[in-house]
């Protein structure tokens, strides 16, 4: 995902990235406009997730000004199509970049002014690069393939964002896919988890570098896979009855968020899973209150905390590392230097309040 919020009385924002992120914005058509800051398709379609993702509830709920959003994200994506491949028309990260927003966003053709210096790009990939890989490698040649290859890849693209002049930036990390119901077998998903966890790591200590290369960038790392295990280590204190499987007659969506189907236990909003790739819309609210107060807190960017009357999300030091799944890997005993370790972990330790 690839996201351009402008943080003054108006703002512009560009996205590409998976189907978290995807709300099916083809910037061919109706480009964002003050009746619809998403241009296109239609404000309230429920795209993926049975009802709006955390995109479209960052966009609206929680910030104090005007948004306006470029959504390139696919269902499906990768970092890069070279590496991990799924569908020609799937446009990765890089195919994002180069056929989307540099031609319709920039230079003499570009069908939109941004204006750089007052936009946030943020990303969000990496859950199809693990679904379509991660049973391809092991070991170190696992870790080397997402950190410097498709790292390589990622930063390069996170580069050119840079070169448009955008200067604030946030990275999602990717949620628990590893828990996915009836996705991954059970003797593997502490395998999955690794991947996870060094994918992120690839994310996380890049964003580091990153800043460090170019001391005029502000960014912000959101972990959203704490995020999720929280959610799912206390259901109840979030709205939530079951966090492990799902109802079929809910994955393919329902005309209303909370509509119970006499097939299934609970009515959908008590699912965390819509379905086995996808969390409920419910999810991504607590998804975007939480990077609201991220970018509020890291980027100094003006957000707005509308009463959703959902609880706080309190992380904190112990309680993240609690939610760790004793069965990943150390990443010591993977990463050359403690020091990438030292860079992923601290992420996710300010509080909600």
Same mark, same amino acid.
């Given at each position: 995902?690839?996201?351009?919020?402008?943080?003054?009385?108006?703002?512009?924002?560009?996205?590409?990235?998976?189907?978290?992120?995807?709300?099916?914005?083809?910037?061919?058509?109706?480009?964002?406009?003050?009746?619809?800051?998403?241009?296109?398709?239609?404000?309230? &379609?429920?795209?993926?997730?049975?009802?709006?993702?955390?995109?479209?509830?960052?966009?609206?709920?929680?910030?104090?000004?005007?948004?306006?959003?470029?959504?390139?994200?696919?269902? +499906?994506?990768?970092?890069?199509?070279?590496?991990?491949?799924?569908?020609?028309?799937?446009?990765?990260?890089?195919?994002?970049?180069?056929?989307?927003?540099?031609?319709?966003?920039? +230079?003499?053709?570009?069908?939109?002014?941004?204006?750089?210096?007052?936009?946030?790009?943020?990303?969000?990939? +990496?859950?199809?690069?693990?679904?379509?890989?991660?049973?391809?490698?092991?070991?170190?040649?696992?870790?080397?393939?997402?950190?410097?290859?498709?790292?390589? &890849?990622?930063?390069?693209?996170?580069?050119?964002?840079?070169?448009? +002049?955008?200067?604030?930036?946030?990275?999602?990390?990717?949620?628990?896919?590893?828990?996915?119901?009836?996705?991954?077998?059970?003797?593997?998903?502490?395998?999955?988890?690794?991947?996870?966890?060094?994918?992120?790591?690839?994310?996380?200590?890049?964003?580091?570098?990153?800043?460090?290369?170019?001391?005029?960038?502000?960014?912000?790392?959101?972990?959203?896979?704490?995020?999720?295990?929280?959610?799912?280590?206390?259901?109840?204190?979030?709205?939530?009855?079951?966090?492990?499987?799902?109802?079929?007659?809910?994955?393919?969506?329902?005309?209303?968020?909370?509509?119970?189907?006499?097939?299934?236990?609970?009515?959908?909003?008590?699912?965390?899973?819509?379905?086995?790739?996808?969390?409920?819309?419910?999810?991504?609210?607590?998804?975007?209150?939480?990077?609201?107060?991220?970018?509020?807190?890291?980027?100094?960017?003006?957000?707005?905390?509308?009463?959703?009357?959902?609880?706080?999300?309190?992380?904190?030091?112990?309680?993240?590392?609690?939610?760790?799944?004793?069965?990943?890997?150390?990443?010591?005993?993977?990463?050359?230097?403690?020091?990438?370790?030292?860079?992923?972990?601290?992420?996710?330790?300010?509080?909600?309040?």
């Amino acid at each position: 995902m690839i996201c351009a919020h402008s943080y003054n009385e108006s703002a512009n924002s560009r996205h590409s990235g998976d189907s978290y992120t995807d709300t099916g914005f083809d910037i061919r058509f109706t480009l964002p406009n003050d009746l619809n800051p998403f241009g296109n398709p239609a404000m309230n &379609s429920d795209y993926v997730n049975n009802g709006i993702n955390w995109l479209k509830y960052l966009s609206t709920a929680h910030n104090s000004s005007t948004y306006y959003v470029f959504d390139f994200a696919r269902g +499906g994506a990768t970092v890069d199509n070279r590496l991990v491949y799924y569908r020609d028309d799937i446009p990765s990260f890089i195919e994002q970049m180069e056929t989307y927003f540099l031609p319709y966003m920039t +230079g003499p053709n570009r069908i939109y002014q941004l204006n750089s210096s007052e936009t946030i790009a943020g990303v969000f990939f +990496g859950i199809n690069d693990i679904y379509n890989s991660w049973q391809n490698y092991t070991g170190t040649e696992r870790f080397r393939f997402y950190t410097e290859r498709i790292g390589q &890849s990622y930063w390069s693209a996170v580069k050119t964002l840079y070169d448009t +002049g955008i200067r604030h930036f946030f990275f999602n990390l990717i949620p628990p896919i590893d828990l996915q119901p009836g996705e991954y077998p059970a003797e593997r998903r502490d395998l999955v988890a690794q991947a996870i966890a060094e994918f992120n790591t690839m994310v996380t200590s890049g964003a580091v570098m990153f800043a460090k290369h170019y001391p005029d960038v502000r960014t912000a790392v959101i972990d959203l896979n704490i995020v999720a295990r929280m959610l799912i280590a206390e259901p109840k204190t979030y709205g939530f009855e079951n966090t492990t499987t799902y109802c079929a007659p809910y994955a393919v969506g329902v005309p209303f968020v909370d509509t119970f189907y006499k097939h299934c236990e609970y009515s959908a909003n008590k699912y965390f899973w819509l379905n086995s790739a996808h969390v409920t819309t419910d999810v991504h609210r607590y998804f975007a209150h939480y990077i609201a107060r991220q970018l509020e807190l890291n980027l100094g960017l003006p957000a707005t905390n509308v009463n959703m009357s959902l609880p706080f999300i309190n992380i904190t030091r112990p309680t993240a590392t609690a939610l760790i799944e004793p069965k990943i890997t150390s990443l010591t005993t993977i990463t050359p230097t403690p020091e990438v370790q030292r860079m992923y972990l601290p992420y996710g330790r300010i509080l909600i309040q």
